[in-house]
Structure formats: structure tokens, C-alpha cells
Nanobody, 126 residues
Framework: QVQLVESGGGLVQAGGSLRLSCAASGRTFSTYAMAWFRQAPGKEREFVAAINWSGGSTYYADSVKGRSTISRDNAKNTVSLQMSSLKPEDTAVYYC???????????????????WGQGTQVTVSS
């Protein structure tokens, strides 16, 4: 099991940058693939980015590809999402999630992730 806590959200102007962080509990963090999802009011939760257990494999949604970087530090039990060139449509609650796998395969569906953080609000003004 793992507990996840997100931080780093806030208000930023369009074109700006934010770095979201997720702190994980436990000593088995390195056995989980990690991902970021986001959910805007009235919309379904959508995939943003994922990284495998070792950090050697990453995948990004088309909506953030080229302006986002997901990374992890297994020694510190953290995963981060660096976002730049932010757009108003990036406004959402961002969630950190963990999937029980030690392979390289990454998934974009919410059903593949068993553990979720509480979310952190990102608001991008135009």
C-alpha cells in the first residue's frame, strides 16, 4: 500500500510554469508506476503523464506533450510534474496516482491505478 499527497498547485498566468510534487509513504514506492491525472469541473478525470517504476519509461497525453516533464526520485519517494507554457484549459485539480507494476508498460486509464492523492488545484488565468 501507498499513500500519496500532492502539492505545488496554485494560480498562474497563461504562459507561466508550475512544478507539482507528490510525496509517497512507505518503503515500496519504487515498485509502483506513477501517473498524473487532472479533472476540471463537469468533466471526466483525464490522463496527463505517467512514469514507470524505474523512471526509464514515460508517456504524455497529447494535450501536454512537449511542455510537461514527469520525473521521480525513488530515494526520496517523490514524483513531480513540471509544466510550462500553461494554458487556461490546463485549469483542473491534479491528482497523483500509483499503479502496482514493476515493468515498463504504462497505462492511461484511471482503472489501472489503485492509489490516489487528494489532489491539488491548478488555475491558469488568461
Amino acid at each position: 500500500q501507498v499513500q500519496l499527497v500532492e502539492s505545488g498547485g496554485g494560480l498562474v498566468q497563461a504562459g507561466g510554469s508550475l512544478r507539482l510534487s507528490c510525496a509517497a509513504s512507505g518503503r515500496t514506492f519504487s515498485t509502483y508506476a506513477m501517473a498524473w491525472f487532472r479533472q476540471a469541473p463537469g468533466k471526466e478525470r483525464e490522463f496527463v503523464a505517467a512514469i514507470n517504476w524505474s523512471g526509464g519509461s514515460t508517456y504524455y497525453a497529447d494535450s501536454v506533450k512537449g511542455r510537461s516533464t514527469i520525473s521521480r526520485d525513488n530515494a526520496k519517494n517523490t514524483v513531480s510534474l513540471q509544466m510550462s507554457s500553461l494554458k487556461p484549459e490546463d485549469t483542473a485539480v491534479y491528482y497523483c496516482a500509483a499503479s502496482q507494476t514493476i515493468g515498463r508498460t504504462l497505462f492511461t486509464g484511471t482503472s489501472f491505478y489503485a492509489y490516489w492523492g487528494q489532489g491539488t488545484q491548478v488555475t491558469v488565468s488568461s
